[in-house]
């Protein structure tokens, strides 16, 4: 029989939910691996690893998202900032991604650990047959002992299939390989209510749920200026993980003994909803969705209440180009999206049937419902989960997705 996992205040002030992880995803920002001009920091990045091979050792698996590909390509090419243009990223990518997976090798290979390189894009996660390959590869790496290191891959991804931050892309990854803690490592010890630089401002050590977060005020990108991420991307990606089961912890690299330790550092986000389905967690979190379709009231209240799969004479529009098998978003009577699902229709079946015919739009074990705080009038707008459907044409969409997404 399994002992129980003491509380916090058993533990002398420990925090149960990462001392019982096996499985923690690390993501580690631009600003804490590089210098002020660019270029990696080797004592920051052994100092990253000592922490993480220490935890390693005790048994417990590490899965490293690291930033750093870009910013580590500046100085090489003689760059004083971050390009602003697509190609300028992708070129200083190119030149840093090597060095950034050279420098973690060598720190690495002092405690006799290897390391894997994993290159993703948003197309990787946002279609199911390259979801499923993406979690046995990185399931094999680390059945074999090694870390994977996971980077966005900024040297082909265009600006249509970003993840935009590695923020998103580590709250994903948590849920791709089915860890049991995501930490955030960021140059700021933890989230603020304020500006922490304003004086009276205070770190909230721990969040139960979107209600914390109503008087919070977010900032953009750090003043490194080497990083895309913020403060409102880290939430975000923790209501991400913590909806699936999956608790954060975010605080600053320099805290990142305390953070896999146990104690008390930083912020805690505490889960707020069960893990879920793989087949769900990436309905709701990684596919692209391929059109939208609007609801009558009724049909809506009927999706909330959980009452079976949703029939066409609930719908009252239909957008896009999808075809059956294919993600979309479910819209209310004013456009707000409240669900997201696989259509069992295709767009042109669909359209001729919306409003009065009983086929299933929408299979109720294929569908998720977005948190209900998330829909809340008065959550602020920052939070809120911004959804763009990007309706293709029927002849690009045939072009560029032929089969679906392979569910």
Same mark, same amino acid.
């Given at each position: 029989?399994?002992?129980?996992?003491? !509380?916090?205040?058993?533990?002398?002030?420990?925090?149960?939910?990462?001392?019982?992880?096996?499985?923690?995803?690390?993501?580690?920002?631009?600003?804490?691996? !590089?210098?002020?001009?660019?270029?990696?920091?080797?004592?920051?990045?052994?100092?990253?690893?000592?922490?993480?091979?220490?935890?390693?050792?005790?048994?417990?698996?590490?899965?490293?998202?690291?930033?750093?590909?870009?910013?580590?390509?500046?100085?090489?090419?003689?760059?004083?900032?971050?390009?602003?243009?697509? %190609?300028?990223?992708?070129?200083?990518?190119?030149?840093?991604?090597?060095?950034?997976?050279?420098?973690?090798?060598?720190?690495?290979?002092?405690?006799?650990?290897?390391?894997?390189?994993?290159?993703? !894009?948003?197309?990787?996660?946002?279609?199911?047959?390259?979801?499923?390959?993406?979690?046995?590869?990185?399931?094999?790496?680390?059945?074999?002992?090694?870390?994977?290191?996971?980077?966005?891959?900024?040297? &082909?991804?265009?600006?249509?299939?970003?993840?935009?931050?590695?923020?998103?892309?580590?709250?994903?990854?948590?849920?791709?390989?089915?860890?049991?803690?995501?930490?955030?490592?960021?140059?700021?010890?933890?989230?603020?209510?304020?500006?922490?630089?304003?004086?009276?401002?205070?770190?909230? !050590?721990?969040?139960?749920?979107?209600?914390?977060?109503?008087?919070?005020?977010?900032?953009?990108?750090?003043?490194?200026?080497?990083?895309?991420?913020?403060?409102?991307?880290?939430?975000?990606?923790?209501?991400?993980?913590?909806? %699936?089961? &999956?608790?954060?912890?975010?605080?600053?690299?320099?805290?990142?003994?305390?953070?896999?330790?146990?104690?008390?550092?930083?912020?805690?986000?505490?889960?707020?909803?069960?893990?879920?389905?793989?087949?769900?967690?990436?309905?709701?979190? %990684?596919?692209?969705?391929?059109?939208?379709?609007?609801?009558?009231?009724?049909?809506?209240?009927?999706?909330?209440?959980?009452?079976?799969?949703?029939?066409?004479?609930?719908?009252?529009?239909?957008?896009?180009?999808?075809?059956?098998?294919?993600?979309?978003?479910?819209?209310?009577?004013?456009?707000?999206?409240?669900?997201?699902?696989?259509?069992?229709?295709?767009?042109?079946?669909?359209?001729?049937?919306?409003?009065?015919?009983?086929?299933?739009?929408?299979?109720?074990?294929?569908?998720?419902?977005?948190?209900?705080?998330?829909?809340?009038?008065?959550?602020?707008?920052?939070?809120?989960?911004?959804?763009?459907?990007?309706?293709?044409?029927?002849?690009?969409?045939?072009?560029?997705?032929?089969?679906?997404?392979?569910?």
């Amino acid at each position: 029989m399994t002992r129980p996992v003491p !509380t916090a205040a058993e533990n002398g002030g420990l925090r149960p939910d990462v001392l019982r992880a096996r499985r923690i995803v690390v993501k580690v920002g631009s600003s804490s691996l !590089t210098t002020a001009v660019g270029g990696l920091d080797s004592d920051r990045v052994d100092a990253l690893v000592d922490v993480l091979s220490r935890t390693r050792s005790g048994g417990t698996e590490i899965v490293l998202v690291s930033s750093g590909a870009i910013a580590a390509g500046l100085a090489p090419l003689g760059l004083d900032e971050r390009p602003a243009d697509l %190609a300028g990223q992708q070129a200083a990518a190119c030149v840093g991604q090597g060095l950034l997976v050279a420098r973690y090798t060598a720190s690495f290979a002092r405690y006799g650990l290897r390391v894997g390189q994993v290159l993703l !894009t948003a197309d990787d996660i946002g279609r199911r047959a390259q979801y499923r390959n993406a979690y046995r590869a990185l399931s094999k790496v680390l059945s074999m002992g090694a870390v994977p290191v996971v980077n966005e891959n900024d040297t &082909v991804a265009t600006s249509e299939i970003r993840f935009g931050d590695n923020d998103r892309l580590a709250a994903l990854v948590s849920h791709l390989v089915r860890a049991d803690l995501l930490v955030l490592l960021s140059d700021i010890d933890g989230l603020y209510d304020g500006d922490p630089r304003r004086p009276g401002a205070r770190r909230l !050590t721990d969040v139960h749920g979107q209600q914390d977060l109503a008087s919070v005020e977010l900032g953009g990108a750090g003043t490194s200026g080497v990083g895309t991420g913020g403060m409102k991307t880290k939430v975000e990606a923790a209501r991400i993980a913590t909806g %699936a089961g &999956v608790p954060v912890v975010l605080t600053a690299a320099r805290h990142a003994a305390d953070a896999l330790a146990g104690r008390e550092t930083g912020t805690l986000f505490h889960r707020t909803g069960d893990r879920n389905s793989d087949h769900l967690l990436w309905l709701e979190h %990684a596919s692209s969705p391929r059109g939208t379709v609007q609801l009558t009231a009724d049909a809506v209240h009927a999706l909330v209440q959980g009452r079976g799969a949703l029939p066409a004479t609930g719908v009252t529009r239909v957008a896009g180009q999808f075809v059956a098998g294919d993600p979309v978003e479910l819209l209310d009577e004013e456009g707000h999206v409240v669900a997201r699902g696989l259509a069992s229709l295709a767009f042109q079946e669909l359209s001729m049937l919306r409003g009065r015919s009983g086929r299933e739009v929408v299979h109720q074990d294929d569908l998720v419902l977005l948190p209900p705080a998330a829909r809340a009038a008065g959550l602020p707008a920052q939070l809120r989960r911004a959804v763009n459907v990007r309706v293709l044409p029927a002849r690009e969409f045939a072009s560029r997705d032929a089969g679906g997404p392979g569910i």
